[in-house]
């Protein structure tokens, strides 16, 4: 890159010199599908992020071209690739080249600055055409065509690697959630396997207990003493996340008080978040004092017919967050109560069943889910490393008068 860049000269344009820009309208109702059929085909894009960025079917492109779209409210800014025919909708502006140009360079570009629009905050927050006319993109070797394709394309090159192997990782992760519901996806009466194993669906309640704590007030927090959780921990666990803990603790006395009435945590007991975003499972690594915020965390009892480990991977499975979606669609604030986990059906196949899934899962999870050694350290290593190269492979010098 060196010697590719080595003496060029640059020159910044404004994006209006470089792209068509066009602001999506409105929703085609005369031509519109909320599946995709055979005359429906074309994608109907919104200002949504990834896959919430369809909004619907249509029978004809509106865009024909590669284009970039970028989010004018919302995510304010969100950039985005497109590369097959779609149809833009309000809240969306499409770019399409004008002059001769890699679009994954100038996608990548545009990146860069997708958090520095200068929004008016009256009223509703919006980006507009007229905003992003005078915004500048670098060209380099404008004069000779042929070279500046060639910089922009090793660019992208560079730059595509990083792409791909978060792509990669993160398809490590789903590939994992799909073992797991394989291997949590059992019929009444046996196994997914060869091996026809016999497996009873039951509902927490009949196998186990379960109980919240008692009320702590904040004037009763500490900044020492017995650690108490609250919903944002066990969130934070989970995700791999350092959770500052300066004030989430109780003084003992407090906690021998309250534990008396509520019962205290043994090890391999389950914490379960109850409030907010709900079911996300935290086992009690031991037998040493732990108390848990009332009603956001409710605390599942270790059973004698059911692995605490198998429990935590079947609360991760698809089939069990949309149990969870289905019975809290009607709340404002999703809440997991203890009448509904105690009627929560779960699978319960013969312990050695348990501990032989328990193990591969492990195994998995210690492969996705591990701070130091696993898929979301790399994955967050690999954006941060692409992000270092994209920002300085695009850090071109601008004109002396404008800086």
Same mark, same amino acid.
């Given at each position: 890159?060196?010697?590719?860049?080595?003496?060029?000269?640059?020159?910044?344009?404004?994006?209006?010199?470089?792209?068509?820009?066009?602001?999506?309208?409105?929703?085609?109702?005369?031509?519109?599908?909320?599946?995709?059929?055979?005359? #429906?085909?074309?994608?109907?894009?919104?200002?949504?992020?990834?896959?919430?960025?369809?909004?619907?079917?249509?029978?004809?492109?509106?865009?024909?071209?590669?284009?970039?779209?970028?989010?004018?409210?919302?995510?304010?800014?969100?950039?985005?690739?497109?590369?097959?025919?779609?149809?833009?909708?309000?809240?969306?502006?499409?770019?399409?080249?004008?002059?001769?140009?890699?679009?994954?360079?100038? #996608?990548?570009?545009?990146?860069?600055?997708?958090?520095?629009?200068?929004?008016?905050?009256?009223?509703?927050?919006?980006?507009?055409?007229?905003?992003?006319?005078?915004?500048?993109?670098?060209?380099?070797?404008?004069?000779?065509?042929?070279?500046?394709?060639?910089?922009?394309?090793?660019?992208?090159?560079?730059?595509?690697?990083?792409?791909?192997?978060?792509?990669?990782?993160?398809?490590?992760?789903?590939? #994992?959630?799909?073992?797991?519901?394989?291997?949590?996806?059992?019929?009444?009466?046996?196994?997914?396997?060869?091996?026809?194993?016999?497996?009873?669906?039951?509902?927490?309640?009949?196998?186990?207990?379960?109980?919240?704590?008692?009320?702590?007030?904040?004037?009763?927090?500490?900044?020492?003493?017995?650690?108490?959780?609250?919903?944002?921990?066990?969130?934070?666990?989970?995700?791999?996340?350092?959770?500052?803990?300066?004030?989430?603790?109780?003084?003992?006395?407090?906690?021998?008080?309250?534990?008396?009435?509520?019962?205290?945590?043994?090890?391999?007991?389950?914490?379960?978040?109850?409030?907010?975003?709900?079911?996300?499972?935290?086992?009690?690594?031991?037998?040493?004092?732990?108390?848990?915020?009332?009603?956001?965390?409710?605390?599942?009892?270790?059973?004698?017919?059911?692995?605490?480990?198998?429990?935590?991977?079947?609360?991760?499975?698809?089939?069990?967050? *949309?149990?969870?979606?289905? *019975?809290?669609?009607?709340?404002?604030?999703?809440?997991?109560?203890?009448?509904?986990?105690?009627?929560?059906?779960?699978?319960?196949?013969?312990?050695?069943?348990?501990?032989?899934?328990?193990? *591969?899962?492990?195994?998995?999870?210690?492969?996705?889910?591990?701070?130091?050694?696993?898929?979301?350290?790399?994955?967050?290593?690999?954006?941060?490393? #692409?992000?270092?190269?994209?920002?300085?492979?695009?850090?071109?010098?601008?004109?002396?008068?404008?800086?």
């Amino acid at each position: 890159m060196e010697k590719l860049l080595d003496g060029v000269e640059v020159e910044w344009k404004a994006l209006e010199s470089v792209f068509n820009i066009l602001a999506g309208g409105d929703v085609p109702k005369d031509a519109f599908s909320d599946v995709k059929t055979q005359r #429906y085909n074309i994608p109907i894009l919104s200002n949504g992020i990834g896959d919430k960025a369809l909004y619907g079917w249509t029978d004809k492109e509106k865009i024909e071209k590669p284009s970039l779209t970028i989010s004018a409210r919302g995510t304010i800014g969100w950039t985005s690739y497109r590369d097959i025919p779609f149809f833009p909708i309000v809240r969306l502006i499409v770019l399409t080249p004008k002059i001769e140009l890699n679009l994954k360079y100038a #996608y990548y570009f545009m990146k860069t600055i997708e958090n520095g629009y200068k929004v008016p905050p009256a009223g509703i927050p919006q980006l507009t055409k007229p905003m992003l006319r005078k915004f500048q993109i670098p060209i380099p070797c404008p004069n000779n065509p042929e070279k500046s394709l060639a910089i922009q394309a090793e660019i992208v090159r560079i730059l595509d690697t990083f792409t791909e192997l978060t792509t990669e990782f993160s398809a490590r992760k789903k590939q #994992y959630n799909y073992y797991r519901d394989q291997l949590l996806s059992f019929e009444e009466g046996t196994t997914k396997d060869t091996k026809r194993v016999k497996v009873e669906w039951k509902a927490l309640g009949e196998i186990t207990r379960v109980s919240s704590a008692s009320r702590v007030h904040k004037n009763e927090w500490t900044t020492s003493g017995v650690p108490f959780f609250r919903t944002s921990d066990v969130i934070s666990i989970f995700n791999g996340v350092k959770n500052s803990r300066d004030d989430a603790f109780i003084s003992n006395e407090l906690y021998e008080t309250l534990s008396s009435k509520s019962g205290k945590t043994q090890k391999n007991d389950i914490l379960v978040t109850g409030g907010g975003t709900i079911g996300i499972p935290y086992i009690v690594p031991t037998d040493e004092p732990l108390y848990f915020k009332d009603a956001d965390l409710l605390c599942i009892k270790k059973s004698k017919t059911l692995n605490s480990k198998f429990l935590y991977h079947y609360f991760l499975t698809t089939k069990f967050r *949309i149990y969870l979606e289905n *019975i809290s669609h009607n709340s404002t604030i999703a809440h997991y109560t203890i009448s509904q986990i105690k009627k929560n059906p779960v699978p319960v196949p013969p312990l050695e069943e348990q501990s032989r899934i328990v193990a *591969i899962l492990d195994k998995f999870d210690t492969l996705t889910s591990s701070i130091s050694e696993g898929l979301p350290r790399e994955i967050e290593l690999r954006q941060k490393q #692409y992000e270092y190269y994209r920002d300085l492979l695009l850090s071109f010098p601008k004109p002396e008068l404008e800086v």
